[in-house]
């Protein structure tokens, strides 16, 4: 009596792992079958089990000339930065114009006293009396050799002496003149006035009022004025692009501030000498302000090549960015799909143009994000 019970209880305990069972391989029957990736190790060739799931498209062509983007700046042109200085030392007692300011040329700047100017009309004043002497010296000695009472001898060293006071004269007024001062039958009063040697706009000033002016081979310039009508756009280009880069060539400019916005610069220099920490050459592109140009401004440059090259396009989802990579998925023979790296180019309308890796007329996965994302499970 014991076993047959013994039986029974068993087989109550199985009913329930037995339905669960049943349930599974219903549900295992029913569900669709997994896609199962398998790749050659190291090879790039990843075998898919369901290969019709993903499409495909034909890369097709395009022809254009190769084009390098660079970022640069604008910068002034040195040829059109002029300092305005002061040969006199002293102290500034009036500042008329600013940082940043737009000035005229012969606009006063800024007012100098100096002990200068009044050591220069100290020399002048003396030159003027010595010369006025000799002056009468001269005439004296003429009238005594005419009458015989002098040597010849006397009257040459008397006009040597006039020549002599002359250039001494030449002199002290010309250092008068650099120093600021026109007037000079009138005392001046120590004071040097600074103008603007060009038109332009204030770019650099290392003085204000009260400060002291030194010399110049002790002390920056006063200012720097720039005239923006032309400017530089100085541009850092790799070396492995120089290439693209060619003297007397146009390059398309663009300035963040006016994206829209797009003009003309010419290729007036390339540096020789590569900065050693990032391996970049400065280019130098010259170009007309046409008024929106601020010192500083960043903006980029793309260059173009002479000859234009053939290119492949393909659907812009077909491009997969995997790291820091493109790639693209191409058909390498029945179920097998190869990952090949290329490099973006321009984007065109609902396509990507396709520097490397990508032939024309080749095929590709029309979507590379459902294929690579099969392949990650």
Request: hydrophobic residues 45%.
């Amino acid at each position: 009596m014991k076993r047959p019970i013994f039986f029974a209880i068993l087989c109550l305990a199985l009913i329930p792992l037995l339905a669960a069972c049943t349930r599974k391989v219903d549900a295992d029957l029913g569900a669709p079958p997994q896609t199962q990736v398998e790749q050659e190790q190291g090879s790039g060739i990843f075998k898919v089990a369901r290969p019709e799931q993903f499409p495909l498209a034909i890369a097709g062509e395009h022809k254009a000339a190769p084009e390098l983007t660079v970022t640069g700046a604008v910068t002034p042109d040195i040829a059109r930065s002029v300092p305005a200085i002061s040969l006199a030392s002293g102290r500034a007692i009036e500042v008329k114009a600013r940082l940043g300011d737009t000035v005229k040329k012969g606009q006063l700047l800024m007012r100098v006293r100096s002990n200068d100017v009044a050591s220069a009309y100290a020399t002048y004043r003396n030159a003027v009396c010595s010369e006025e002497l000799s002056k009468l010296q001269v005439e004296r000695a003429r009238l005594l050799f005419a009458k015989g009472a002098i040597a010849k001898k006397d009257l040459e060293i008397a006009e040597e002496t006039e020549e002599s006071n002359l250039v001494v004269l030449d002199a002290a007024i010309q250092a008068l003149r650099i120093l600021g001062v026109t007037d000079l039958k009138h005392h001046p009063d120590g004071i040097v006035d600074v103008y603007a040697p060009i038109s332009g706009i204030i770019v650099e000033q290392n003085v204000t009022a009260g400060a002291g002016v030194k010399t110049l081979d002790n002390s920056p310039n006063l200012f720097t004025i720039a005239n923006l009508d032309r400017v530089w756009i100085m541009c850092d280009v790799y070396e492995n692009n120089l290439p693209f880069v060619r003297l007397g060539d146009y390059a398309n400019v663009r300035l963040n501030a006016y994206p829209d916005k797009v003009f003309k610069g010419r290729i007036s220099n390339i540096a020789p000498i590569l900065d050693p920490a990032i391996r970049t050459a400065k280019v130098r592109l010259e170009m007309q302000n046409p008024g929106l140009m601020s010192i500083g401004m960043f903006a980029t440059a793309t260059f173009y090549a002479h000859e234009q090259e053939t290119y492949a396009t393909v659907p812009a989802t077909a491009i997969l960015h995997l790291h820091d990579r493109d790639w693209v998925y191409v058909p390498a023979g029945g179920s097998e799909f190869l990952r090949v790296e290329v490099r973006g180019g321009k984007t065109l309308p609902g396509a990507v143009q396709g520097v490397t890796g990508i032939k024309p007329g080749q095929q590709v996965v029309a979507n590379a994000l459902p294929l690579q994302a099969t392949t990650e499970q």
